[in-house]
């Protein structure tokens, strides 16, 4: 176990200065198991790509990136159980070496598996929940620094895939996994608005996984990504006709080099390099930006976009793009698509905490007739009341927190606020 006395240590988009007085890496599962007997209050940290402060805490964080990284495949049950601070690169590039895959993964292969899942992390497709879904198992130290097993037939499980730390630290994980598969990406730019409008379902369920980027402009969706799953059928929806132009090289939905994202132009390739939006040998992005996401019933997708697009000149200034992405329900009690198929609005704004501040809470207040449910991992002006009013589990999530911490060992200033 290494102690490591925390200096100024950052976010990795750097909008949030950690206060942690200390840094624990242990190395062993039994560490971390002695390393919170020993500790007062303590907070797991994953990849640190969290906007907000959830993995904060005024005292102890630890980070669990120097456990061994274990990848044991089961065939019979089809499930790979990893170990949790390993990011989904390197558990993509190990499935995929061996002939297996994951049926979904975040736009970033960079994050830590239990990280994102325990924030409610999703990618794209109608028929694909968040990442968290695909947990059948975990491992958990608990507040007396005792290790559980959490099973697939155990009652508390869909309280576990989307924790928020609250529960325990996780130590492994237990995903769901199928044969690999092929994916190619091609990329569509300028879809006019009236062609999102009439056709944003047909377009958004005629692949594996879609994404569409806008500024809410007068460009309409300026980017659509169709991902298509060779072992399925072919896309059918012809956006070239409904006004879209096909890109003829590469596009990055940001502003960096396209050198970082995943290969498009309908070349196919693995699942691992496809269905992320950006190769996880590259920096995804400078960093100096600010995340807010918000997922709304599936239903409410064209509307939620009218009332959206008049606030394009107010967000033109620090939005560098706006992804639509649609999720299938999840049947875990904190996962932003619990019980509902959704659309997911992200915003990735450039880093100007004050104006970004200003610019969620005007959305909130425009989103708020379509019942949004704010991203675990990234900013919100949701206070704890209207977090209870969309999250119809979160009492009762709280009270298992309270059951299994009851001395508050996890908790920290986030969780305070969530929980009350």
Request: hydrophobic letters at 45%; proline letters at 7%.
């Amino acid at each position: 176990m290494t102690d490591v006395t925390a200096t100024t240590r950052t976010n990795w988009a750097g909008n949030l200065t950690y206060r942690a007085r200390a840094l624990e890496r242990p190395t062993s599962v039994a560490a971390v198991q002695a390393l919170v007997a020993a500790t007062p209050r303590l907070t797991a940290l994953g990849s640190t790509h969290s906007f907000n402060d959830i993995a904060d805490t005024d005292a102890v964080q630890v980070t669990l990136a120097g456990l061994p990284p274990v990848l044991e495949i089961d065939t019979a049950r089809r499930v790979v159980r990893v170990a949790a601070g390993m990011t989904h690169a390197q558990v993509a590039s190990g499935l995929e070496a061996r002939g297996w895959a994951l049926a979904n993964l975040a736009s970033l292969p960079h994050i830590s598996t239990a990280g994102a899942v325990a924030t409610g992390t999703h990618g794209s497709g109608v028929r694909n929940p968040s990442l968290a879904q695909a947990v059948v198992g975990l491992d958990v130290v608990r507040a007396d620094g005792s290790l559980d097993h959490v099973a697939v037939d155990d009652p508390t499980l869909d309280a576990h895939r989307v924790a928020l730390g609250a529960l325990g630290i996780v130590t492994a994980v237990e995903l769901a996994i199928e044969p690999s598969y092929q994916v190619a990406t091609t990329v569509h730019l300028d879809l006019p608005w009236d062609a999102v409008s009439a056709h944003f379902d047909q377009v958004m369920s005629d692949a594996y996984s879609v994404s569409m980027f806008t500024a809410f402009d007068d460009r309409g969706a300026r980017q659509v990504w169709t991902k298509h799953r060779l072992d399925e059928p072919a896309p059918d929806v012809d956006l070239v006709a409904l006004g879209a132009r096909t890109a003829t090289g590469p596009v990055h939905p940001g502003e960096n080099d396209t050198a970082g994202v995943t290969e498009q132009g309908g070349v196919p390739g693995p699942w691992s390099e496809r269905l992320p939006h950006f190769r996880s040998s590259f920096t995804p992005s400078t960093g100096a930006e600010i995340q807010a996401e918000y997922l709304l019933p599936a239903a409410a997708a064209v509307p939620a976009l009218d009332a959206l697009r008049p606030l394009a000149e107010m967000l033109a200034p620090i939005l560098i793009a706006a992804e639509l992405r649609t999720v299938a329900a999840d049947t875990a009690w904190l996962a932003p698509s619990s019980e509902r198929a959704s659309v997911g609005v992200h915003c990735t704004f450039r880093r100007d905490a004050d104006a970004v501040a200003a610019a969620v809470a005007r959305i909130e207040e425009v989103l708020a007739p379509f019942d949004p449910r704010p991203h675990w991992g990234k900013v919100s002006a949701a206070t704890p009341e209207r977090l209870h009013a969309a999250y119809p589990h979160l009492a009762e999530f709280a009270a298992l927190a309270r059951d299994l911490d009851p001395a508050g060992r996890f908790r920290n200033g986030f969780l305070d606020r969530v929980l009350s």
